[in-house]
């Protein structure tokens, strides 16, 4: 009996002290880097309402396989993991934990949603893990002082916003806005950005109607948004949904300036199925370049672009904005860990990140640059306007800076 | 047949009184949950935890529709109110986490009792719908402008992690699964007694015949409805522990895949069963990665395949596949001659 | 009053698609008495299908005759294959087999196809009418769920097999003994539940757009449709689809503040509190039960 006591007890000594343990290892700075590997986690939508989004992650995950051919990042092989959190915050805790604790990652790269990535931002930050380019344009992302581990990439929906509310300002001052807005962070981040970048001209809006994302379509907004005597339709919707408003206003017979949000601006995915002659006059921003454009046809970036879809992601779609987006964060990504050498840990990764001046990518037309420093955590915020002339965008006025507005 | 003559023929009858093997296996059980944290890594840990929170809000939904009848597609709802109960509580107003629980399970109460009041003129198929109404309206209620200082609108709330108390040597995460199975076990030692009750015994007379019931003098009315608000008040301590375990919500966190998942691991766990709980909450944090891990792209595939299966083996559940053991083995014991 | 006139028409239109779904709903529950989650996800595989042998040159009306032969087989299969099995399972595990048929269909749909949004085109042709309202295809659609509807009512109403289906589904056993074989009934319930899936999704695909989750919020406004006619009457299910849709612009215009926000828990509580004060909808028949 006292032989069974004494062995329980060290067991039980055992299993605390391991369980203690592994508490305390997960904040260390190396951790998922060793002189050959580094693992690189990422959460995405690959079921559920958002699943059209995974396109992305699979094109990450294309180009880690790219950068691995290549001799991969500071002489280590790219171990990237990505799991489904269904766009449920819940599940994105659970997928960042088994990342961080038991597969061990070095960062999260590029996960995807705003209340997802909210969910997990507290976490990644206590335990030291850079929370890198996440997939979202929510401004709460850019945050240094308060959480010097997360970071965002493309230009964020205020910034957006503002940048056309100025344009309106400057052309069409007597304009009355009718906003077609998603019933969310996205949505209502955009229709901030406007109320913002109008100022004490904010009631140039004269009618704002939500959406979910349960609707079947947008008719019913489309109607509501005629009759109240809007000449300017500022279209917040996600792809789908911009398309049905675009088509269905041109049923309507209304022909109003309408500018669109950049994350339905792709011409295969959302123009067509609304219609090209629909489409006409469609004012949007880019900040990168757009694979349907002629003028970049013989563009080295974007020819480097192509060969990597024919070679690495043949069956991604070439129409569609998401593999665009992919490829440049991923490059991002690359550029940041290739100036990280020296110090190839998770503060040297988060230094490297913040310390981006004037960076170009492939996929960036001349003017739009990478920009960060230690209290700009918005890496992206230059944007061209363009204007849809009925077969492609056609670029116009000169990069306008988000940051200007800020 | 109708639906709740096939819910009474799988459910389960009132426990025997004798300290038999069952209370053995039970006993076994948790001694096995007690002694697990002290060997896994708290990634572990933190899927047990929400393994026995899901567990309890599936207790609630089988007091409901094991043993009282009702179909709910819609305890995704009351999972929501009780994590926001909580949120709001511990966010805003400071109070304690563990103070969080009774009033989630009040609030919750009152929710499912009102609404228990409207549907008791829905029977099978429509107040399936009613409730599946509720469970999809619960994400646009929860983002509704107009309540945003308090919920946080689309943005939600985020909480702070609880440390042991008393400075006990445990991580937060071992805390937080004691709580959890400490809670776990007195919600299903109240369950247990209550269906062993009288009231246990009204409920299931109203399942299995009601007009019976009626006419043995049993208020329907107002059974049916403390069912609802029986039910809602578990699974709303279960959303409250989710809160604090997960330290956000988010409308988004509670869509009807919720409600759908609830339903799916009380039906593997066994209608009726009150045991199956278990079994159903662990399908539903861990089958979801095993599919995944099996295909990513068909993840969903693989999903629905693995519940066929398990349908097709089990077509009761876990609970009717342990009775069907139980009998074999009764059966053989019995006719043994050396007794 | 002009808006109002708008919203309402605009609703039509809108509830022609919810209509479309409440009568494979309803159509299904006929045969075999339960509600199946996944009719929207089986329509939404069938329109990829369609989509499919339009994308490898086949004119329109073959793909959609095709199509629909096609489902109708599909429908039957899969009751023969996943349902005759566990036809003595308690109704709570079909309906989990309902659920995870759904998570399959989205899944493959998801991983043949993507997700990414494809228009599909529409016989009627495209344009305005009515002042722009409603399109062509919208009108059409209309039309297209009215014949349905009359087919069926007439399939029920006068015909031999209709009649033996609703023997098989009211009352198995009896059925059974003058005759009737009641598990062909039943396949044979779910064969034309899923050919009217397949015609629904054809006629919504080109309003809303093919992508494998397009019939995840339809389904339920199909449900909410089908049960606030009645779920033992196709016409109840036309009218009650229109409804929702109609109900659902109206909260959506006219209820200050929160309307627009609400338009899907409004739509709902009209329902259940139609199903409050009339329990088997608004022409559905009463259900007697005898002690």
Redesign the interface.
Known sequence: MKRINSRLAIL?AL??A???A??AANADETTGITDKTIKIGNIMP????A??Y??IAKTDAAYMKMLNDNGGVCGRQIDFI???D?????KT??QA??LV??DQVALIFNSLG???N??I???MNAKKTPQLFVATGAS?FGDPKHFPWTMGWQPDYVSEGKIYARYLLKNIPDAKIGVLYQ???YG?DYLNGLKQGLGDKASMIVAE?????????V???M??LK?SGANVFFNVAT??FA??AIKKAA????KPTQLLNSVSNSVG?VL??A?FEASKGVISALYLKDSQDPQWKDDEGMKKWNAFMDKYYADG?KN?SFTLYGYSVSQTLEKVLKGACDDFTHSGIMKSAASMKNVDLDLTPPGIQVNTSATDFYPLQDMQLIKFDGERWQAFGEVVSGADTQ | MSAREEISVSAAKAPASRFGWRNWAGIGVVLVLAVLPLFLANFTIFQLTMMLIYAIAILGLNLLTGINGQFSLGHGAFYAIGAYTAAILMEDAGLAYGWTLPAAGIVCFLSGFLFGLPALRLEGIYLALATFGLAVAMPQFLKLSVIEPWTGGVQGIVITKPDAPFGLPLSQDQWLYYFTLVVGLLLYWFAVNLVSSRSGRALMAIRDNPLAARAMGVNNALYKSLAFGVSAAFTGIAGALGAIVVQFVAPDSFTFFLSVALFVGLVVGGVGWLPGALVGGAFVVFIPNVAEHFNKALAGAVYGVILILLIYLMPTGAGGLVRKVADFIGRRMKSRPDR | MEILIQQIVSGIATGAIYACMALAIVMIYQAIHHLNFAQGEMAMFSTFVAWQLLAWGVPYWLAFVLTVALSFAGGIIIERIVFKPIENAPVLSHVVVFIALFAIFNSLAGFIWNFEIKPFPSPFGSGALFGGIMSPHQAGMIVVTLAVLVLLYVFFRFTRIGLAMRAAAANPESARLVGIRVSWMTALGWGMASAIGAVAGMMIAPVVFLEPNMMVSILLYGFAGAVLGGLTSPVGAVIGGLAVGIIENLAGTYIPVVGPELKLPVALFVIVAVLVVRPSGLLGRKIVQRV
């Open positions: 039980g299993a605390a391991t369980a203690l592994a508490t690959y079921s559920g309402p699943s059209a995974s396109q990505s799991y489904d269904g766009y449920s915050p819940p805790v659970e934990r088994k604790e038991s705003t209340g997802t909210t969910a931002q507290k976490y709460k019933n969310d962070d209502k109607q939500p959406y979910e994302t349960s609707d079947p379509t008719d019913s907004q109607v509501n009759g792809p789908k398309a049905q049923e309507l017979g209304w995915a067509k199925p219609g779609d569609s």
